[in-house]
């Protein structure tokens, strides 16, 4: 009884020595013991032959340890327990740092890693470090440009798993991911992280030279440009450059002449979406409901700003008017001059 007590009264760090020198001291005496069972395919040799009869089951590709709520099978029982738990949403493996949880106990200490931040696993090409070594491997592939993961359903292929997963949910629609406050749901988890600081209002990413805050790392990342007067985008066409990319965009569009927007009646296009839409009230104009016509030329308008634009490119001489009146049953003849436009009898409203 003193026994126990005694050991509820060790520290944390103590017990974790103690499990530490009695994993270390297990791997000793394995590396001692007799490993009479060896496989005939490979090298391996076990000191139990249900190890062995395991293993073989890699060469065979046997998988007896199948799932009863789809199709997945296992070499091992233990595999489908951690498959299992993803059915059932099960994480019993919760970190003590932050509120992160996991169905599987190495998924938590590679997350552990991340607070501590131990980062074993090294790129032989470059200096990054990782605390997973499928990050790594994910990493790896930057270097070699390797792409070993193809979507099935257009041309797409991805240097990791995770990123195919993703990007086959533009083609499904799936969103997994949903708002526990409000009905939003999203195809990545992250982009539910950055949501649900809308709603708690919390802002983790500082500015280091400024009191601001933001909620999203990218959104900190466009600020920082303001501190520094980065402008890394540049346009092709001239020697402007701009710290965001839509304004790069806007700024191609407006200067030079980039017109995405093209009228299907005629030949014009235009920079942005409304002048279109202007446009095209001027072929609607027999069907328009008020119509504005220049009493000089006949011409007609579907806006009254497009008839007075359209006044002003009258010459002086154009003001001179013949207009009909009852006055002495003649014709009178009215000078109107552009510098007293003003005088010109024409229903601008």
Known sequence: MEAQV????????????IKTRSIRKNRV????????????LCESAFPQKSRLKRHMRIHSGEKPHACQVCDAAFLNRSDLNKHIRRHTGEKPYACKICTAAF???????????????????????????????SHLKGHIRT???????????????????????????????DRPFSCHVCESSFSK????????????????????????????????????????????????????????????????????????????????????????????????????AKSYPCKLCGSTFSQN???????????????TVLIETTMNGEPSSIDITSSNNTNLDIPLD
Not at 29 to 40: A, G, L, M, V
Not at 108 to 130: E, I, N, S, W, Y
Not at 216 to 229: G, I, P, V, Y
């Open 143 to 173: 270097h070699t440009g390797e792409r070993p993961f193809s979507c099935q359903l257009c041309e797409s292929t991805f240097a990791e798993k995770s990123s195919l997963k993703q990007h086959v949910r533009t083609h499904t629609g």
């Open 189 to 288: 988890k992250s982009h539910l992280n950055e949501h649900i600081r809308v709603h708690t209002g919390e802002k983790p990413y500082s500015c280091l030279q400024c009191a601001s805050e933001f909620s999203q790392s990218s959104s900190l990342k466009k600020h920082m440009r303001t501190h520094t007067l980065e402008k890394r985008y540049m346009c092709s066409l001239c020697d402007c450059s701009f710290p965001e990319n839509s304004s790069l965009k806007e700024h191609v569009q407006k200067t030079h002449g980039d017109r995405p927007f093209s009228c299907d009646t005629c030949t014009a296009s235009f920079s942005n979406r409304s002048n279109l839409k202007r446009h095209i009230r001027r072929h609607d104009t027999a069907t328009s």
């Open 6 to 17: 005694q050991t509820k009264s060790l520290s944390d760090e103590t017990k974790s020595a």
């Open 103 to 133: 169905a599987d106990s190495s998924n938590l200490k590679q997350h552990v890693r991340m607070h501590a931040g131990v980062k074993p696993h090294a790129c032989h090409v470059c200096d990054a470090r990782f605390s997973h070594s």
């Open 29 to 40: 005496q394995t590396k001692n013991i007799e490993k009479p069972f060896s496989c005939k």
């Open 305 to 319: 700003s497009s008839l007075k634009r359209h006044i002003q490119t009258h010459s002086e001489d154009d003001y």
